[in-house]
């Protein structure tokens, strides 16, 4: 109304009712839940992140905690990582996880190929795309060569999780090792009726709600709007999905 004369909070409303819809969602299951078999996958590499914030341990101790995940498992690593993981394993987390040995070279190589990885260094040493914004040039993704190469496998190894199908799953999740998400005991098979609402025949993609100036999570914000077919280069609310 032009004559308002109280803010109305809608934001908080809406996003409070959406997050008030998936905790009942994932209390009670829809009436007619879907018969489907989950495979959790996640990769674990060290790409130097210690020099720039984590230390490696750090990851490690995350994914001894991942492990734990009820779901047959298969994590993307090196066989030093492997055998670091295996010593803290029980035999029944042992028994639902494979290990597929990579490395950071087919970081470079195989997972998203040579041409696209030499592309993602022309980009992350450009001066232009470092100063899009303030945090961009100090950030991971800015400062680590296989940062990016890593976080763009992630789909190729899910990919290939589901070709091989190691454990005859009807479905496949990427978690992080490292995410808040990883939790062991908020996603179980007693408690995963969201992926079985929306999984069935779709591909899932957790997002957050993002209004940007000059960028998009690192992307040039006037190309991200052309990708949309957004004509007004105001910025307007956008989703970034992880």
């Known amino acids: ?45 060290d790409i130097d992140r210690h020099t720039v914030d984590r230390g490696f341990d750090m990851y490690l101790a995350a994914t001894q905690e991942w492990l734990t ?27 639902s996880t494979k290990f597929v040995f990579t490395s950071r070279d087919e970081l470079r190589t195989k997972w ?3 041409d696209n990885y030499d592309r993602i260094q022309e980009i992350r040493k450009d001066a232009t795309w470092r100063g899009q914004a303030t945090w961009l040039a100090e950030s991971p993704q800015a400062s680590l060569v296989d940062y990016n190469a890593l976080v763009m496998s992630k789909l190729y190894m899910t990919r290939h999780a589901s070709r091989s199908n190691f454990w005859n799953t009807s479905h ?38 993002y209004i940007p100036a000059n960028e998009v999570h690192g992307f040039e914000y006037r190309a991200f709007n052309e990708w949309l077919n957004i004509a007004d280069k105001t910025p307007v609310m956008v989703k970034v999905g992880r």
């Open 112 to 114: 998203i190929g040579p």
């Open 172 to 209: 496949f999740v990427y978690i992080d090792a490292k995410h808040n998400c990883r939790n062991p005991k908020a996603v179980t098979p007693r408690s995963d009726h969201i992926f079985r609402a929306h999984m069935f025949d779709k591909f899932l993609l957790t997002y957050f709600d």
């Open 69 to 95: 995940h009820e779901y047959p498992k298969v994590v993307y690593t090196t066989e030093a990582v492997a055998e670091k993981l295996l010593g803290g394993m029980t035999n029944k987390t042992k028994e």
């Open 1 to 45: 109304s032009s004559n308002a004369n109280r803010a109305v909070p809608w934001r908080n409303l809406i996003t409070n009712l959406h997050f008030e819809t998936e905790r009942a969602m994932m209390v009670a299951p829809p009436e007619m839940p879907h018969e489907m078999s989950i495979t959790l996958v996640t990769s674990l590499l």
